[in-house]
């Protein structure tokens, strides 16, 4: 598929700090695209580097294959992570005012049963819930019908119900064929919807694919995780990696651990056999120490 | 409709919005101007001001003291310089000073108002004093009372306070929460934004002080010699000039605290020094001047001579093309300065 973003050597620079150095990669059109990193990683600083909204210090963003240019804005949406809205409107009256910045329109009720709206459309914007507000906020990225849509950690701070919720929208988006570019520190979240991530950190790219290939790529065990009292009696015979209280057993053969485990003697009860997941791979390429 | 006005339109509404359906605020932009014109009727309406005024026109190497005239050293007055015989005396016509002396001409000459009670116990005072004598000259007209002085001044300080903070800090709430962040992500351009929020506080504005007016009018009887096409003119280009004025202030910053600390160090001189409460007819020349370059000076002594003298658009073009050339300045600025985010 074309490439509706291309990244090219993107790089901001502050006064003491390399934000973004030196960043490639392209978004095809029509897929949803993953920005991965801790805390200061960069990602914000390059996604409002594609947004449009920061200017970088060398490389450049191209739309379509030419730079961003004044109408860019007009093709596409953006969410932010925390956007405040302007007090006692309600939810129409804040599509309707959205929705007059733009030449080009989405009709209000297809907006508003995409992002299932109906209920408190006429609400105060400002006594909706977590799950509501950031459909509204989708909503509102979505008022121009935008050819990419941006979306910056969308479900921070939502239940796991409305969090799955919103997964279905964002599905629904791409299957209506638009470009969705996201960043989250779910990893389970870009797992579900992303077919393509990049990892950054330290303004640089450490990893890029889709996250079964990068899985692929990276890993060919599956994790065993017992209690560390339940380890104890393996006595060294199989290696084992300390996660406090429990232990992990990485192997690319879990029917020969079981065997090995039964055979020292411990106790299967709270076993758990689980695939790599992305988090794997993010935490052992960025390590695990604390971010701010 | 055009990109521009569609999205200027928008803007302007939504904001309008805002302000109309935050009823506390709203309710206290009402009541609160009503509340301190008649808080300020009834505390200045009884007996007990000790000062008296007097006009003096002399030559300018003069000292204002006993020198000049053992009258001018009568303790509880004040004594101060007028430029104009004309302005002068029409104050005195107004009873807003109670005597006008005038040692410019050979045969040194002094006026009061044969309805002043003041002027006339002034009078006495000036037989008093000793030689030389001056000559009595009359003259007449109805006493200003302060409230219709007033009146003027606290309807112009209360919209003064709403343009300044109503703009300056809304623009800084919506810079700190990120609304501007949003608005940024959108096609709406700076100018159209600052626009918007300038209209729709005007708007606003104007409405709730027609309103406070007809009310004050209505209940304490306020004098209006002059048109209400006139001053409704002067007070739109006068909150126009301190809205764009709160503009300048909220350019860039993303706190409060801040904001409210630099609205308060422009608020402050204004509401001291551009004649709210007292005249400044008397102040040092300095103040005066500084107070030439501040939008509530040219409003309120527009406003004040509209509704006491009947001034036309002609007699207060001066304050006018003042206040035209400050709105020009503080939007210019405001615009030039302003940042979506901190």
Not at chain 1, 99 to 127: H, I, N, T, W
Not at chain 1, 207 to 227: F, I, N, Q, T
Request: hydrophobic share 50%; proline share 5%; with cysteine.
């Amino acid at each position: 598929m074309p490439a509706v973003l291309e990244v090219r050597d993107l790089a901001k620079h502050y006064a003491r700090v390399r934000a973004v150095d030196g960043i490639s990669f392209e978004v095809a059109e029509g897929s949803c695209f993953g920005l991965l990193g801790p805390n200061g990683a960069g990602k914000s600083t390059t996604i409002e580097m594609m947004e449009g909204l920061l200017r970088p210090t060398a490389g450049q963003v191209l739309f379509r294959g030419a730079p961003l240019g004044s109408h860019y804005r007009e093709r596409v949406g953006i969410q932010f992570q925390t956007t405040a809205l302007q007090q006692f409107l309600t939810v129409r009256e804040n599509l309707a005012f959205f929705s007059a910045l733009y030449p080009k329109r989405r009709p209000l009720d297809e907006l508003v049963a995409l992002c299932r709206l109906e209920e408190f459309l006429d609400r105060d914007a400002g006594k909706l819930s977590g799950g509501q507000r950031q459909r509204l906020l989708l909503a509102i990225a979505l008022v121009n019908d935008p050819e990419v849509l941006f979306l910056d950690e969308p479900t921070t701070g939502l239940d796991p119900q409305a969090r799955r919720n919103f997964w279905d929208l964002v599905r629904d988006i791409r299957a209506q064929g638009r470009t969705i570019v996201m960043t989250t520190h779910y990893m389970e979240e870009a797992y579900v919807l992303c077919d393509e991530i990049v990892i950054v950190d330290h303004g640089k790219t450490i990893a890029r694919g889709s996250p079964r290939a990068l899985l692929a790529e990276h890993y060919d065990d599956s994790v065993l995780e017992l209690p560390a009292a339940e380890a104890a009696k393996l006595g060294g015979s199989i290696p084992l990696k300390d996660k406090g209280d429990t232990v992990e057993i990485h192997t690319p053969d879990v029917n020969d651990a079981i065997a090995r485990l039964l055979a020292a003697g411990a106790s299967l009860a709270s076993l758990r056999i689980r695939p790599r997941t992305l988090e794997d791979l993010f935490l052992e390429l960025t390590g695990r120490e604390l971010r701010t | 409709m055009s990109g521009f006005w569609r999205r200027l339109r928008a803007a302007t509404w939504a904001r309008s919005l805002e302000f109309l359906r935050d009823r506390s605020s709203l309710g206290w932009n009402l009541v609160f101007p009503v509340l301190l014109v008649f808080g300020l009727a009834y505390v200045f309406s009884g007996p007990g001001q000790p000062m008296f005024k007097v006009a003096v026109l002399a030559p300018p190497q003069a000292a204002l003291d006993a020198t000049l005239h053992p009258f001018l050293a009568t303790p509880q007055v004040q004594f101060y310089r007028e430029g104009a015989h004309e302005e002068a005396l029409h104050k005195v016509q107004l009873q807003r000073i109670d005597m006008l002396l005038d040692f410019t001409a050979a045969a040194p000459r002094y006026w009061v108002n044969e309805r002043s009670p003041k002027g006339k116990l002034l009078e006495q005072l000036l037989r008093g004093a000793g030689p030389p004598l001056l000559a009595r000259e009359q003259t007449s007209g109805a006493e200003v009372r302060y409230v219709d002085w007033v009146a003027p001044g606290v309807l112009g300080m209360n919209m003064m306070f709403s343009c300044l903070f109503g703009i300056g800090y809304v623009i800084v709430r919506y810079r700190k929460s990120g609304y501007l962040k949003r608005l940024n992500a959108t096609p709406l351009r700076a100018f159209e934004f600052l626009l918007s929020q300038l209209l729709s506080r005007l708007l606003l504005i104007l409405a709730v002080n027609i309103a406070v007016f007809a009310a004050c009018r209505w209940l304490l009887h306020l004098r209006m010699e002059g048109s209400y096409a006139t001053l409704l003119l002067l007070t739109a280009l006068g909150a126009f000039s301190m809205i764009a004025m709160g503009l300048v202030v909220s350019a860039r910053i993303a706190s409060e605290e801040l904001a409210g600390g630099i609205l308060n160090v422009l608020s402050t001189p204004m509401m001291v020094i551009c004649g709210v409460f007292f005249s400044m007819d008397g102040a040092p020349r300095a103040l005066r001047i500084a107070a030439d370059f501040l939008p509530l000076t040219h409003l309120l002594s527009g406003a004040r001579a509209i509704m006491l003298d009947g001034a036309g658009i002609a007699q207060i073009g001066y304050h006018l093309a003042a206040l035209a050339a400050m709105s020009a300045v503080y939007l210019s600025l405001g615009a030039a300065l302003f940042k979506w985010r901190s």
